[in-house]
């Protein structure tokens, strides 16, 4: 199963941090850049076939990181032109994953524990699949509400009334499906295409499962949580 990367994002909140003048992907966590960092995180998981969705100011930059890292991995890229939502950016690798199921992450997004432990491969047959954590602070994330069965019945972004303290953290796995379904989304009222709402396509399809997760998750977009990323890494 190919690993789609979203490594675009310019992350404007840690601009200046570290003397950072480019993209947070490519931030330095603990000696090593951020992105380097997360295929390191996804190859303990399993995985070695990536593509990795870079922006076009700093696309060469990251390539060239990436590949001095880690040339003992299939690694491809493609370039997202304008920032136009994170289900933009995985429609960019259409073009490279070509009629396979796949595993999404959010370039910024690490955790304590393979999210995929557990988690037969096997049993992923279609749909979707999200990763959740319980957290104390629901109204601040996207929020999924599951039946007993751990089907889907509905995700939220930043409810005011969450139906659940279920966050749902950066990865994903997607069927074949997937580039169909993006085609289909109309842009959100902020101009971007969503992955909440390419997920709530296949919840209204009733093919939408949960796999929630233990262990700490950050999503590595502030200076505050970069550190506490390197406290947790040690």
Request: proline residues 4%.
């Amino acid at each position: 199963m190919k690993c789609v990367i979203a490594a675009g994002g310019l992350g404007t909140r840690l601009q200046n941090f570290r003397d950072n003048k480019s993209t947070k992907i490519l931030l330095e966590v603990n000696g090593a850049p951020m992105i380097n960092q997360q295929i390191k995180q996804l190859n303990n998981w399993g995985f070695e076939n990536f593509v990795i969705i870079t922006n076009p100011e700093y696309s060469d930059l990251i390539q060239d990181v990436v590949k001095k890292a880690h040339s003992e991995f299939h690694i491809e890229f493609s370039v997202q032109d304008k920032p136009k939502g994170i289900s933009h950016a995985l429609l960019q690798a259409e073009h490279i994953v070509n009629n396979e199921k796949l595993f999404f992450v959010l370039g910024d997004n690490f955790f304590e524990k393979n999210p995929l432990e557990g988690f037969d491969l096997d049993d992923f047959k279609e749909g979707a699949y999200i990763f959740t954590k319980s957290v104390d602070n629901p109204k601040e994330f996207g929020v999924a509400q599951m039946d007993k069965e751990g089907n889907v019945i509905s995700i939220e972004e930043k409810p005011e009334m969450p139906k659940s303290n279920n966050a749902v953290v950066g990865v994903y796995m997607f069927d074949e499906s997937v580039f169909e379904m993006i085609s289909t989304l109309q842009p959100s009222k902020r101009g971007e295409y969503e992955i909440t709402d390419l997920c709530n396509l296949y919840v209204n399809n009733q093919k939408c499962k949960n796999f929630s997760i233990d262990g700490w998750w950050i999503d590595a977009g502030t200076p505050e949580r970069i550190i506490e990323l390197e406290e947790k890494l040690g």
